[in-house]
Nanobody
């Protein structure tokens, strides 16, 4: 089992930056990819970014490319999402996810989820 806990959400203005962090515990040695998803009110959950175990491969949805950066620290069992140039449309609950199965980095099937952290971007 893997447990994930997100932190770092908050209320910011458009153009600001925010850094989300996800701490993993439990069977962390078994984690392959880690990812970030988001869900805005009334909308479906969206796959935002992912990073491979070694950090050598990443995935970003088109709407965040060039603004968001995912990173991973295996020694600390953490995954971060640096979000720059935030827009009101980035407002959502952000979820950290992990999987222990090997899949293509762009695959959105994940097994383990955090509880989510709220990000609100005001215009």
């Amino acid at each position: 089992q893997v447990q994930l806990v997100e932190s770092g959400g908050g209320l910011v203005q458009a153009g600001d930056s925010l850094r989300l962090s996800c701490a993993a515990s439990g069977s962390t040695f078994s984690i392959y990819d880690a990812g970030w998803f988001r869900q805005a009110p009334g909308k479906a959950r969206e796959f935002v970014a992912a990073i491979s175990r070694t950090g050598g491969t990443t995935y970003y949805v088109d709407s965040v490319k060039g603004r968001f950066t995912i990173s991973r620290d295996l020694a600390k069992n953490t995954v971060a999402l640096q979000m720059n140039s935030l827009k009101p449309e980035d407002t959502a609950v952000y979820y950290c996810a992990a999987r222990i199965q090997f899949r293509p980095i762009s695959n959105s099937a994940y097994s383990y989820w955090g509880q989510g952290t709220q990000v609100i971007v005001s215009a």
